[in-house]
């Protein structure tokens, strides 16, 4: 039995990335030390978060369509590595004055939250 290992000459397709996140993620890099790392990760149906790491520690992020679009967002944006959740990312990490009021949603809001169902509260 005998494979071909020739080339047949069909180019992988190529992924557009989205102007509007490659904007975004530009604009990013230029308002936050010129740097980030980007850290990719996929979120369920909605698709895959690009999650940025300015070279000031300022958070921000883009979601698109899948790992191959996100790929396509960051080689197009000068400044940009990628990374996973390494220390070295985790330990410059630092959210802008709100950013935790802003990720709780209302609940940051309140003030008075019901009694705990457990009947520890």
Avoid: C, Y
Wanted: without cysteine; neutral net charge; proline residues 5%.
């Amino acid at each position: 039995m005998s494979v071909d290992t020739q080339d047949s000459g069909a180019a992988a397709p190529t992924v557009a990335a989205p102007p509007r996140a490659v904007t975004a993620v530009r604009n990013f890099v230029a308002a936050h030390g010129g740097a980030a790392t980007a850290v990719i990760q996929p979120i369920g149906l909605d698709g895959v978060r690009i999650t940025l790491v300015g070279a000031d520690g300022v958070l921000g992020d883009q979601v698109v369509e899948d790992i191959a679009t996100a790929d396509a967002v960051v080689a197009q944006v000068e400044g940009v590595t990628t990374s996973g959740w390494e220390r070295s990312v985790t330990s410059v990490v630092t959210p802008r004055v709100g950013h935790w009021q802003k990720m709780a949603g209302w609940v940051a809001k309140q003030t008075r939250f019901p009694k705990a169902r457990n009947g520890l509260g």
